[in-house]
Antibody, heavy 118, light 107 residues
Framework: QLQLQESGPGLVKPSETLSLTCTVS??????????WGWIRQPPGKGLEWIGS???????YYNPSLKSRVTLSVDTSKNQFSLKLRSVTAADTAVYYC??????????WGQGTLVTVSS | DIQMTQSPSSLSASVGDRVTITCRAS??????LNWYQQKAGKAPKLLIY???TLQSGVPSRFSGSGSGTDFTLTISSLQPEDFAIYYC?????????FGQGTKVEIK
């Protein structure tokens, strides 16, 4: 059974960089045809796709966040990561990692709350 | 970006009721529409993809229909475990976008 687990700091200061890692278990991140992505959900609000990455390193980003986001992948560790720069309070959210087939998010991590506050 | 609008935003229903949720896209998306269920404090769960195909393991009381711009999610007989927030998501183009959610509450 495929499992995804987010990890990283739960508190980030304004203007700093949010960094999260998703560890995939139960299957290789290099599976053909699957992308790996990040989605966030501000408290009490809806879902926003941040970006996706293939094991080869090919990336797609949400244009609304593209200037501040970098995704990376480490196939040796079966992990992929998110960096979001210059954060503000508006970036406070639960961050989920997920597997995508086409644009279907079929496996999700449990989510991790990241609060931006000084 | 393609805007997804769900209605209603919330509804109250009883166990055994038939429930219908609507999702409208700001442009035609063919059948590129998914439905997710999110319970409190949990990650969303994929219920239906391609507008009408049930994800493996999802009970048959869930069904989806529609194409173009108008879609529906139907729960034929609401069960206690179905009280949750439901989201639609278009997979027609990047960025994938979600509806604002429909909260199904106990009457």
């Amino acid at each position: 059974q495929l499992q995804l687990q987010e990890s990283g700091p739960g508190l980030v200061k304004p203007s700093e960089t949010l960094s999260l890692t998703c560890t995939v278990s139960g299957g290789p991140i290099s599976s053909s045809g699957y992308y790996w992505g990040w989605i966030r959900q501000p408290p009490g609000k809806g879902l926003e796709w941040i970006g996706s990455i293939y094991y080869s390193g090919r990336t797609y980003y949400n244009p609304s966040l593209k200037s501040r986001v970098t995704l990376s992948v480490d196939t040796s560790k079966n992990q992929f990561s998110l960096k979001l720069r210059s954060v503000t309070a508006a970036d406070t959210a639960v961050y989920y990692c997920a597997r995508l087939k086409l644009l279907n998010f079929d496996y999700w991590g449990q989510g991790t709350l990241v609060t931006v506050s000084s | 970006d393609i805007q997804m609008t769900q209605s209603p935003s919330s509804l109250s229903a009883s166990v055994g009721d038939r429930v219908t949720i609507t999702c409208r896209a700001s442009q035609s998306i063919s059948s590129n529409l998914n439905w997710y269920q999110q319970k409190a404090g949990k990650a969303p769960k994929l219920l239906i993809y391609g507008a009408s195909t049930l994800q493996s393991g999802v009970p048959s009381r869930f069904s989806g229909s529609g194409s173009g711009t108008d879609f529906t999610l139907t729960i034929s007989s609401l069960q206690p475990e179905d009280f949750a927030i439901y989201y639609c998501q278009q997979t027609y183009s990047t960025p994938p976008t979600f509806g604002q959610g429909t909260k199904v509450e106990i009457k």
